[in-house]
């Protein structure tokens, strides 16, 4: 296994944020892949406008609260607020597995409790791992994503997207 970040954006140069982020990882973690950007609509009940949304693995030593803690630093650096849970933001960093770990502590819940649920989370995660199981149910998230579906994820630049010089979406 290995440890998993969700990134979204709806607010701002939506792609920069992003991008941002993975170079805001460094000192305390290092970047080992990023997926393919894709475009989503916001889940019900959050209002538009769309999300663009992405992940990457990562390797750390920071245990799973301390990185958590890392993430709200590098999400209040970017941009993000205290506001309404649903409200648009400028970056969203989630941790969306930590190797084979679960953990519920009311602050942290690892596995992402609603990764199941998304596909703008799972299909990023694919593009890192393929055969990448739930740590919790031991199913094939590509089983879950079949499941789930994919209406209104559209892939808008493959991987490489956050490089210097890629294009902006």
Not at 47 to 58: K, R, W
Not at 67 to 86: F, Q, S, V
Request: aromatic content about 4%; some cysteine; glycine content about 6%.
């Amino acid at each position: 296994m290995a440890i998993y970040v969700a990134l979204g954006s709806n607010l701002g140069n939506r792609q920069a944020n992003l991008a941002m982020a993975l170079r805001m990882f460094e000192p305390l973690a290092r970047v080992e892949a990023v997926s393919a950007l894709y475009e989503s609509p916001p889940q019900v009940p959050a209002p538009p406008p769309p999300y663009l949304n992405a992940a990457c693995s990562i390797v750390t030593g920071l245990a799973p609260e301390l990185l958590l803690r890392h993430l709200k630093r590098m999400e209040h650096l970017i941009g993000r607020r205290a506001t309404e849970r649903w409200a648009p933001r400028p970056i969203d960093l989630d941790i969306a597995i930590y190797n084979d770990q679960v953990i519920d502590d009311g602050d942290l819940v690892v596995p992402h409790p609603r990764l199941t649920e998304r596909a703008f989370v799972l299909r990023p995660l694919l593009d890192l791992d393929p055969e990448l199981m739930h740590p919790v149910t031991g199913k094939r998230l590509a089983d879950i994503l079949t499941r789930v579906g994919q209406d209104g994820l559209v892939e808008v630049a493959p991987a490489g997207w956050h490089e210097v010089g890629a294009a902006t979406a």
